[in-house]
């Protein structure tokens, strides 16, 4: 960062003494954190010095795309261009929706199962209460009677409306799961909002949606949907044995879509889905490394003791990166994609779980978004 002359907006241990004596204001920061401005945070621990509004909004306005070394990488939820409301819709409360943005389906319809992505652009008029607020999102029937809904504080509850600079949009990222069963048809979607958990007047329809099942699936070991272009890389590229479970959702980012599975993580850009360099870019963060393999053979290939390996997964592991080395008990080698490994003592062979270690996930921790 200090080599390419990027100034970072928070400093966190120095700039929470600060903020807990009163002598800092991040008002400024929370706004643009709500508005997915800085394109990168840079984090290598979510939480302990970091204020707890700071840490709310990258739990919901950002998702993490991955690590690098001990540090995760977390970028903006992106859901397209705003679409504007005008007039904007008072909804109560002092407030009024001036915009919203829905995540595109990665099929033509949407389907059972997949997450809805929804970013709306508030704006707080002078009568803006001080009480807390939270945002339900509903999908209904097309005549707008409720079928089932999500609800959340009103910006992660990090920043209240008293404190959103005069004239401004602040926006707030809401998701919702349409269930694996929903039936295809024609669905409304409606916001509104709740003070005291008790509605403010009646839901406001923004837009409604097709929903069609075709070649998405859902996972009940993890919980996760997998859409219809993924899941036909997945299958292509080796299916469970060769990716694993799903242990995120579709992320959209600037970039494309991000989903990650125990073994890798797959890519969306420009319509193609293709597999993440886990292996190379994780392999920057090993200290043992090799040229060679056991047998001395230069790499440039795979080393002969993963022939197993070799003849099951061919080019779905890539370009060799590295020799054999012994890493945690285990002879490993890096390709581009994976890691190979064996046990010295047995032979045992498989590969390691790098999607899973892209995320650097707690023991029994889940991906952190939505």
Excluded: K
Excluded at 144 to 169: C, I, K, M, Q
Excluded at 286 to 293: G, H, K, P, Q, V
Aim: aromatic share 8%; hydrophobic share 40%; charged share 15%.
């Amino acid at each position: 960062a200090a080599a390419s002359g990027a100034v970072s907006r928070m400093q966190v241990f120095e700039a929470r003494q600060l903020i807990d004596q009163g002598l800092s204001d991040q008002s400024g920061l929370l706004y643009d954190l709500a508005n997915g401005e800085p394109p990168l945070a840079v984090i290598d621990y979510l939480g302990n010095w970091m204020p707890a509004q700071v840490v709310a909004l990258l739990r919901h306005r950002y998702a993490q795309d991955g690590s690098l070394g001990t540090f995760d990488l977390y970028r903006p939820v992106d859901t397209g261009p705003q679409q504007t409301i005008d007039p904007p819709t008072e909804i109560g409360a002092g407030l009024a929706l001036g915009s919203y943005a829905l995540a595109a389906p990665l099929s033509p319809s949407y389907e059972p199962g997949e997450l809805l992505i929804v970013n709306l652009g508030w704006q707080a008029g002078p009568s803006a209460t001080t009480s807390a607020l939270s945002v339900t999102l509903q999908l209904t029937t097309p005549e707008g009677a409720p079928l089932l809904e999500s609800d959340l504080p009103l910006v992660y509850g990090a920043l209240p409306p008293t404190r959103w600079p005069n004239g401004a949009t602040v926006e707030h990222l809401q998701t919702l799961a349409l269930p694996a069963e929903l039936p295809t048809g024609r669905y409304g979607v409606a916001i509104g909002l709740r003070a005291s958990g008790e509605p403010l007047g009646v839901s406001h329809q923004i837009t409604t949606i097709s929903v069609q099942a075709t070649s998405g699936q859902s996972f009940e070991e993890s919980g996760q949907f997998v859409p219809g272009p993924i899941m036909r890389a997945w299958n292509a590229q080796g299916g469970r044995e060769r990716i694993g479970l799903p242990l995120t959702p579709a992320v959209p980012f600037a970039w494309g879509r991000l989903q990650c599975f125990e073994l890798a993580c797959l890519e969306l850009r420009n319509g193609v889905v293709s597999a993440r360099t886990l292996g190379a870019q994780l392999y920057l963060g090993e200290t043992a490394r090799s040229t060679a393999c056991n047998d001395q053979a230069t790499i440039g290939r795979i080393c002969p003791g993963f022939a197993t390996l070799t003849l099951r997964y061919g080019a779905n592991l890539g370009q060799p990166i590295s020799g054999e080395v012994l890493r945690n008990g285990w002879v490993v080698q890096w390709s581009e994609y994976a890691r190979l490994e064996r046990r010295p003592d047995t032979d045992t062979q498989g590969l390691g779980r790098l999607g899973e270690e892209s995320l650097r996930l707690p023991p029994g921790g889940s991906y952190r978004w939505p």
